[in-house]
């Protein structure tokens, strides 16, 4: 029975996901240090600038980091749960999600639909109104959102429960075991994935929908006006996007507790190591009340709308901003009372957790500081903003970083160079930090975000942001030497059986 | 100060590079005891002792965070009194359109003291940014079209104010500008 089971159910679509992921990564990361030296020389066109600003907006988080989540989280159901990772729901997130950015590049590149970072609605039709860009180009752009939509609401998370709550266990493929669903706290971190994402993006999604058919002519454009109202758009918008962000955080948060108690210290040569954990019930209850404060702090992202928003509602978004921070105060003291109380083993994939962590505490104090009514008026709008934001994307890459070290060998059949390995985890959080610490400082002096040439000039911020820039471009080349030697390796994976 | 941009972000340095430096250390110390740990050593008692310590402290500061920023609220701002209005309504009353890209304004000039801005967006998503004469930002407000906002500000120091917007609104976005005076 054993010899049936290939390893490549297991790791081909995860793999496949991952080296989809770092193509992405590349892309995007080449547009964006474009951008900081376009800053520092002027080389670029507005126009220009903004088609980069909006295509590394779009793969980064999404090409990148979304998919890096979704083939490491679907890579690590399967092995812990001892599920093949293949099958429609999987096939269809994987395509689904590449057609979907592929279209979103056409309109940027083809059409030139060039709307920034997010969607800033409604931009993208006032854009084409103004002859900015074509209704084609809105059009493609609009259908690559809903496909990307489409499996981030929908298709990812019915792959992830599928695999953790469907099909029968192969015990051949069980290579790190789990008890239950909700212990250890490792499994729970994905547990607010499945149930809060999908029901609190049937809105935005039925949204984009509308909009899409009426585009194409499908239905009549006034049955989409409901849609195209701001406040309509925005509410469903920020409480699908906010808690999407809040979800991926929990998701590397989960990670965390999942790698950590994996590399504590080897009392004895002989041992084998149980996973332990400072306390399994803190970090349980740490997710759970992180879980739960997040679902309600959204609206932080319209505080600046003193008249729209009501400010009951801007209150309880603050409250509930800071009360994230203290769920994840429960975790920082389990993660480092673990580390502290049992010794952790050095290796790249405990390194890459812990930074990432680190990272990620010190950017959610920020998100806390914009999370506050009184700062929020004097920061929204800001590069604190992009601090923030590129800052927890990062240190989320970071910790699914550690993830991908764990599972090198089983996704690419040759060990890692610690070595390399050390180098791109320390460079790519000293950059990471380095970017942060220099973009918030450029907030603070008022600097608007997303603004091509800069209004308010800032030499010395835009050497900061080429410096660490182009360091942690040097991390992920480094990586990236390292991945291309497995990758032209015989590939013992695809034949193994396990 | 620390209700500002500025004052913002020297609380974040302030705090977060010792949490970096005694994270960095204690990463440091584990993987130390990584190679040659004898033993778990964090005694259950001692471990709870600083759990309670560790929570008490970040719900102590969480707290008196909160509750100091509570003035920093723009619409609870107390209004500064200014000849020949009441703080409860302020006659100054600066309307504001943006549109794709640039601002209108029905006055580049007011007296120090409270005013209130009244503000819309025509096409697309814009701010009202205002800067203070020394380029600090005292407010920004979000526009949607077909929304209407309102922001009651006290500008008591003379000069030259400028209006930004920071919400991204298309090509002409970083050239978005309009000043007005305050006058003593």
């Given at each position: 029975m054993a010899s049936q089971i290939r390893l490549e159910d297991l790791t081909y679509y995860p793999r496949l996901m991952i080296l989809s992921s770092i193509a992405w990564f590349f892309a995007g990361g080449a547009a964006g240090l474009a951008m900081v030296l376009a800053h520092l020389t002027g080389a670029l066109r507005i126009a220009d600038y903004n088609m980069l600003l909006t295509f590394h907006g779009v793969v980064m988080p999404f090409g990148g980091l979304f998919q890096l989540m979704m083939g490491l989280s679907l890579l690590r159901v399967g092995f812990c749960y001892g599920k093949s990772v293949k099958g429609p729901l999987v096939k269809a997130s994987y395509f689904t999600l590449n057609v979907g950015l592929l279209l979103i590049l056409a309109a940027i590149f083809v059409f030139g639909v060039r709307t920034s970072y997010t969607l800033m609605f409604p931009l993208p039709a006032s854009g084409a109104l103004k002859g900015l860009w074509s209704l084609e180009g809105l059009t493609i752009f609009v259908w690559g959102i809903i496909l990307v939509l489409a499996v981030i609401i929908t298709l990812y998370p019915a792959s992830l429960a599928r695999l953790m709550f469907g099909g029968k266990t192969q015990e051949a493929f069980v290579l790190e075991r789990f008890v239950g669903t909700l212990n250890p706290a490792g499994m729970a971190g994905m547990l607010p994935y499945i149930f809060i994402i999908p029901p609190l993006g049937t809105a935005i999604a039925i949204g984009?929908?509308?909009?899409?058919?009426?585009?194409?002519?499908?239905?009549?454009?006034?049955?989409?006006?409901?849609?195209?109202?701001?406040?309509?758009?925005?509410?469903?918008?920020?409480?699908?996007?906010?808690?999407?962000?809040?979800?991926?955080?929990?998701?590397?948060?989960?990670?965390?507790?999942?790698?950590?108690?994996?590399?504590?210290?080897?009392?004895?040569?002989?041992?084998?190591?149980?996973?332990?954990?400072?306390?399994?019930?803190?970090?349980?209850?740490?997710?759970?009340?992180?879980?739960?404060?997040?679902?309600?702090?959204?609206?932080?992202?319209?505080?600046t709308m003193p008249t729209s928003q009501p400010a009951g509602l801007s209150y309880?978004?603050?409250?509930?901003?800071?009360?994230?921070?203290?769920?994840?105060?429960?975790?920082?003291?389990?993660?480092?009372?673990?580390?502290?109380?049992?010794?952790?083993?050095?290796?790249?994939?405990?390194?890459a957790a812990m930074l990432g962590f680190a990272v990620y505490i010190v950017d959610g104090f920020l998100a806390m500081q914009l999370g506050t009514i009184g700062w929020a008026y004097r920061l929204h709008g800001t590069y604190a903003v992009t601090a923030h934001l590129m800052t927890i994307l990062l240190a989320v890459s970071l910790i699914w970083i550690g993830a991908l070290y764990h599972s090198y060998r089983l996704l690419f059949g040759t060990e890692v160079n610690k070595k390399l390995a050390y180098i791109h985890i320390i460079l790519t959080a000293v950059?990471?930090?380095?970017?942060?610490?220099?973009?918030?400082?450029?907030?603070?002096?008022?600097?608007?975000?997303?603004?091509?040439?800069?209004?308010?000039?800032?030499?010395?911020?835009?050497?900061?942001?080429?410096?660490?820039?182009?360091?942690?471009?040097?991390?992920?080349?480094?990586?990236l030497a390292q991945l291309f030697k497995s990758l032209s390796k015989p590939h013992h994976y695809i034949s193994d059986t396990v | 100060m620390l209700g500002t941009g500025w004052g913002a972000i020297l609380l974040?340095?302030?705090?977060?590079?010792?949490?970096?430096?005694?994270?960095?250390?204690?990463?440091?110390?584990?993987?130390?005891?990584?190679?040659?740990?004898?033993?778990?050593?964090?005694?259950?008692?001692?471990?709870?002792?600083?759990?309670?310590?560790?929570?008490?402290?970040?719900?102590?500061?969480?707290?008196?965070?909160?509750?100091?920023?509570?003035?920093?609220?723009?619409?609870?701002?107390?209004?500064?009194?200014?000849?020949?209005?009441?703080?409860?309504?302020?006659?100054?009353?600066?309307?504001?359109?943006?549109?794709?890209?640039?601002?209108?304004?029905?006055?580049?000039?007011?007296?120090?003291?409270?005013?209130?801005?009244?503000?819309?967006?025509?096409?697309?998503?814009?701010s009202l940014t205002i800067y203070s004469p020394r380029g600090e930002i005292l407010a920004t407000v979000m526009l949607l079209p077909g929304m209407r906002e309102e922001l009651v500000l006290n500008l008591v120091e003379p000069g030259e104010y400028v209006i930004r917007c920071l919400e991204f609104c298309g090509d002409g976005h970083s050239a978005m500008l309009s000043k007005f005076k305050v006058v003593g």
């Open positions: 984009a929908v509308t909009i899409g058919l009426a585009l194409l002519g499908a239905i009549p454009l006034s049955s989409a006006g409901w849609v195209l109202h701001p406040l309509n758009f925005n509410y469903p918008f920020w409480i699908w996007a906010h808690n999407l962000m809040e979800a991926m955080g929990i998701m590397a948060i989960g990670t965390v507790y999942w790698l950590i108690p994996r590399y504590t210290a080897v009392l004895r040569s002989s041992e084998v190591v149980e996973p332990r954990l400072y306390s399994e019930k803190l970090g349980i209850f740490a997710i759970v009340f992180y879980s739960t404060a997040a679902v309600i702090a959204f609206p932080h992202h319209l505080f309880t978004g603050q409250i509930a901003s800071w009360l994230t921070g203290f769920g994840a105060a429960f975790s920082v003291f389990n993660v480092l009372a673990t580390a502290y109380a049992f010794g952790l083993r050095l290796t790249p994939a405990s390194l950059a990471a930090l380095g970017l942060f610490y220099f973009m918030a400082f450029m907030g603070g002096a008022g600097t608007p975000r997303r603004a091509y040439p800069l209004p308010i000039p800032s030499d010395t911020g835009v050497l900061g942001l080429v410096g660490f820039g182009v360091l942690l471009a040097a991390a992920q080349a480094i990586f | 974040l340095l302030y705090l977060t590079a010792p949490f970096l430096v005694i994270f960095t250390l204690l990463l440091l110390l584990a993987f130390r005891r990584g190679r040659s740990l004898s033993g778990a050593v964090l005694g259950e008692k001692a471990a709870r002792g600083m759990e309670v310590a560790w929570l008490m402290g970040v719900g102590i500061a969480w707290a008196v965070i909160n509750l100091v920023s509570i003035p920093w609220i723009p619409w609870l701002q107390p209004l500064a009194a200014t000849p020949g209005q009441t703080p409860s309504e302020p006659v100054q009353a600066v309307n504001v359109e943006a549109f794709m890209w640039g601002y209108t304004i029905d006055t580049y000039e007011v007296k120090a003291g409270t005013v209130k801005f009244v503000a819309r967006a025509h096409d697309t998503i814009h």
